[in-house]
């Protein structure tokens, strides 16, 4: 396949995650208003998408590290379970508590209904201390992973000013995020993973086939946005735009326990593979794999190095899009 390459040394990967949360999951047998639910015992996880990408990342064996603001009694909680999950954490305090976010599934229908807070404003001092302290991580890293949304302070260029702090210091950016993050990214970016609708969003039209998706994708290398792009179409797989040739990656096909996390994991198999070192398509196939996990697991619960890598042994080749053109 004549997808190119990404050097690495199989060593660190950097994640920063602006917006963290505690993530609480709880079963209840039907959700209905009013009335009082009766929940089962309630799962606690750190969350948030770099905290998320970080984990899987050393699930999968990668050395990891993971930035992003805290406070309060929760923050110093999600804190702790980040350190508990074998994650070197680079914890910036904050005046604000860090939020909460809720997961309620519901045992009658299989629904699940996700609740999911703002956030704590940051003031400019905290939002200086993030990026003072990912340039301190960054260096000697060979990827750094921005994921998320912006918590509430924060401007919206601020992955531009993550991506010049991964060109000062020779670490590759592998950003996934949607709205005002994304649509300013204007350089410095080497992957980016929009899902179709945050693609749609920031190119401001619909795109209704494979052929649409791409030559969105390949407008926002055109711009200098990313070198490379992948767009997750959930289900249905993920496209691969490279400035050489473009693929297509069936998805793997499982039971869906829940959805909580699975582009996050997707992530992390891609930034995990090219840290091996491994050609683009292989580490898309991981991303692959690793999302697919992640669907066949409960909650917020992280998925195994287990199930990821018996899907990757079975995940499709993917596809060369030869009839596209641009």
């Known amino acids: 396949m004549a997808a190119p390459t990404t050097p690495g040394t199989g060593s660190s990967i ?29 799962r606690y996880d750190p969350g948030g998408g770099g905290i998320n990408v970080a984990a899987i990342a050393h699930g999968l064996g990668a050395s990891v590290s993971a930035v992003f603001p805290a406070g309060g009694p929760i923050g ?42 703002p956030g704590p404003t940051l003031s400019a001092d905290e939002q200086s201390d993030c990026l003072a302290l990912l340039r301190s991580a ?38 996934d995020t949607s709205g005002a993050g994304l649509h300013h990214i204007t350089s410095g ?18 795109l209704l086939s ?21 767009v997750s179409l959930g289900g ?18 499982v039971p869906i326990s829940s959805g909580v996390g699975a582009g996050d994991s997707m992530v992390a198999g891609i930034t995990v593979g090219l840290s091996r070192g491994w050609p683009l398509d292989e580490a898309v196939r991981l991303g692959i794999a690793a999302g697919a996990a992640m669907l ?10 287990d199930n990821i890598e018996g899907l990757f042994a079975v995940a499709p080749k993917p596809v060369d899009v030869a009839a596209v053109t641009f």
Request: with cysteine; proline share 6%.
């Open 14 to 42: 950097v994640t920063i995650t602006m917006n963290p949360a505690l993530d609480v999951t709880t079963d209840v047998d039907l959700v209905v208003h009013t009335d009082k639910m009766r929940c089962s015992p309630a």
């Open 76 to 117: 110093e909680r999600v804190a702790a379970l980040v350190a508990d999950a074998g994650v070197l954490v680079h914890q910036v305090a904050i005046a604000g508590s860090t939020r909460e976010s809720l997961t309620v599934n519901e045992r009658s229908t299989g629904r699940q209904y996700r609740f999911v807070l």
């Open 138 to 175: 960054a260096a000697g890293a060979d990827f750094i992973v921005a994921s998320g949304s912006l918590p509430p302070g924060v401007p919206p260029d601020f992955y531009q000013r993550v991506a010049d702090i991964c060109s000062e210091s020779g670490a590759r950016l592998v950003l």
């Open 189 to 206: 970016v080497f992957l980016l993973k929009p899902s179709v609708r945050e693609l749609r969003e920031c190119v401001g039209r619909a």
């Open 210 to 230: 494979e052929s649409d998706q791409l030559d969105a994708a390949h407008e926002l290398m055109a711009r200098d946005c990313a070198e490379v792009v992948v």
């Open 236 to 253: 249905d797989g993920a496209l691969l735009a490279t400035a050489d040739a473009d693929y297509r990656f069936p998805a793997v096909p």
């Open 296 to 305: 066949m697991t409960p909650g917020t619960m992280p998925c195994t190095r």
